[in-house]
């Protein structure tokens, strides 16, 4: 079967919500990955494409086959850092040998605050109370935050069309991309309101957190997710507001999501699919 083409089966599992592989052989081997499961395991997909599948898991199940049909199974996935991500997985015998597997990330606790388990995005929560401490440490150490306000252009439109659960789905994807390229530990992804994301970062650079949006929009491009009533092309794209800043002292870390706001308004009303920098 290692010459059977995957691509009807990737067709269907591009847009799955949760991470999900296609693996064949003894010892199993990866024949395809989705775009979420790269995200998860903070690695590109051609890498992941014909790597043994116990190479990826830690304490993966013993009769792989035992969960087809059956409940989730707890596994651990390893990341490209070496740091691990525990998963719920679930199995399917393809009429052709394959399996399907399908990750889903567990929930996780930060700080007190739950991270959101079907995506690993941090709460919105969790994203303003991180602000704040930062916001109150540059303010002390004179040191520089940067934070991307992301919208996605025409998600109203995509709704229409295709309905809220197919529209959700597709916003988790593009929060995992993101989150996929924001990789470091002091960086902060969440979900704002339906379709709107924001990234915090600090001791970064203005002109380096303007080239991580420019990569971001790019990488949503990738993403190929067709959008019929779209006005920035055949393709779903988003539009980033930029603020990198060192925190005034008297000011309140509003000041910076503000500032992030107008520049993503900016590059809304100028087109879209297009990163503005702002300033405070």
């Given at each position: 079967?290692?010459?059977?083409?995957?691509?009807?089966?990737?067709?269907?599992?591009?847009?799955?919500?949760?991470?999900?592989?296609?693996?064949?052989?003894?010892?199993?081997?990866?024949?395809?990955?989705?775009?979420?499961?790269?995200?998860?395991?903070?690695?590109?997909?051609p890498a992941l494409v014909g790597?043994?599948?116990?190479?990826?898991?830690?304490?993966?199940?013993?009769?792989?086959?035992?969960?087809?049909?059956?409940?989730?199974?707890?596994?651990?996935?390893?990341?490209?850092?070496?740091?691990?991500?525990?998963?719920?997985?679930?199995?399917?015998?393809?009429?052709?040998?394959?399996?399907?597997?399908?990750?889903?990330?567990?929930?996780?606790?930060?700080?007190?605050?739950?991270?959101?388990?079907?995506?690993?995005?941090?709460?919105?929560?969790?994203?303003?109370?991180?602000?704040?401490?930062?916001?109150?440490?540059?303010?002390?150490?004179?040191?520089?935050?940067?934070?991307?306000?992301?919208?996605?252009?025409?998600?109203?439109?995509?709704?229409?069309?295709?309905?809220?659960?197919?529209?959700?789905?597709?916003?988790?994807?593009?929060?995992?991309?993101?989150?996929?390229?924001?990789?470091?530990?002091?960086?902060?992804?969440?979900?704002?309101?339906?379709?709107?994301?924001?990234?915090?970062?600090?001791?970064?650079?203005?002109?380096?957190?303007?080239?991580?949006?420019?990569?971001?929009?790019?990488?949503?491009?990738?993403?190929?997710?067709?959008?019929?009533?779209?006005?920035?092309?055949?393709?779903?794209?988003?539009?980033?507001?930029?603020?990198?800043?060192?925190?005034?002292?008297?000011?309140?870390?509003?000041?910076?999501?503000?500032?992030?706001?107008?520049?993503?308004?900016r590059a809304k009303h100028s087109?879209?699919?297009?990163?503005?920098?702002?300033?405070?």
């Amino acid at each position: 079967m290692s010459t059977m083409d995957p691509t009807p089966t990737a067709d269907v599992l591009r847009q799955a919500p949760d991470g999900s592989v296609v693996v064949q052989g003894s010892p199993l081997r990866i024949l395809y990955a989705n775009d979420t499961l790269a995200a998860l395991l903070r690695m590109p997909v051609p890498a992941l494409v014909g790597q043994k599948l116990e190479e990826l898991e830690i304490e993966a199940p013993l009769d792989l086959n035992a969960t087809a049909g059956c409940g989730a199974m707890r596994v651990q996935l390893k990341r490209a850092d070496d740091s691990v991500v525990g998963c719920e997985r679930w199995a399917v015998l393809l009429p052709d040998g394959r399996l399907a597997l399908y990750y889903r990330p567990l929930q996780r606790v930060v700080a007190g605050t739950a991270i959101d388990r079907a995506n690993g995005l941090a709460t919105a929560e969790h994203l303003l109370e991180t602000l704040r401490r930062d916001w109150s440490i540059g303010q002390r150490d004179g040191r520089l935050i940067t934070l991307i306000r992301f919208d996605v252009d025409g998600c109203r439109e995509y709704r229409e069309v295709f309905g809220r659960v197919a529209t959700d789905n597709v916003l988790r994807q593009l929060g995992r991309t993101i989150a996929a390229t924001m990789r470091r530990a002091s960086d902060v992804v969440a979900r704002f309101g339906d379709d709107e994301f924001v990234a915090l970062g600090v001791a970064m650079e203005a002109a380096s957190a303007s080239a991580f949006a420019e990569t971001i929009l790019g990488r949503i491009r990738a993403l190929a997710i067709h959008h019929p009533r779209s006005r920035t092309g055949r393709f779903m794209t988003m539009s980033a507001g930029v603020v990198t800043a060192v925190p005034p002292r008297g000011q309140d870390c509003e000041l910076l999501l503000e500032a992030a706001q107008r520049a993503l308004e900016r590059a809304k009303h100028s087109g879209g699919n297009r990163v503005e920098d702002g300033a405070i």
